[in-house]
Nanobody
Framework: QVQLVESGGGLVQAGDSLRLSCAASGGTASNYAMGWFRQAPGKEREFVSTISRSGSNTRAAESVKGRFIISRDNAKNTVTLQMNSLKPEDTAVYYC?????????????????WGQGTQVTVSS
């Protein structure tokens, strides 16, 4: 059973960048497709981006395409979300998740393992 721990959140201004990291332990990261989701106050959790087990395939939500980049290092059991040109509407708790289902799943229900989340706040 894999455990996930996110880091790298914080308070930034609009237009700034942040780099989120997700460290996996208790399992082999390359066995899982990995994803990032976020949940803003009063809103439902939403898909942000996902990456396949090998790292060769990625998907991103339309709202973050061209700004956020997902990557992974299976040797280090880590997944990274590079967030550029941040906007106030990107403010949310960001969650890392691991899935044994599919190549690049975009639905939260396909993810069995979740981290505790890291807060990202973007001021205008």
């Amino acid at each position: 059973q894999v455990q996930l721990v996110e880091s790298g959140g914080g308070l930034v201004q609009a237009g700034d960048s942040l780099r989120l990291s997700c460290a996996a332990s208790g399992g082999t990261a390359s066995n899982y497709a990995m994803g990032w989701f976020r949940q803003a106050p009063g809103k439902e959790r939403e898909f942000v981006s996902t990456i396949s087990r090998s790292g060769s395939n990625t998907r991103a939500a339309e709202s973050v395409k061209g700004r956020f980049i997902i990557s992974r290092d299976n040797a280090k059991n880590t997944v990274t979300l590079q967030m550029n040109s941040l906007k106030p509407e990107d403010t949310a708790v960001y969650y890392c998740a691991a899935s044994i289902v599919g190549d690049t799943p975009q639905v939260g229900d396909f993810y069995a393992y979740w981290g505790q989340g890291t807060q990202v706040t973007v001021s205008s």
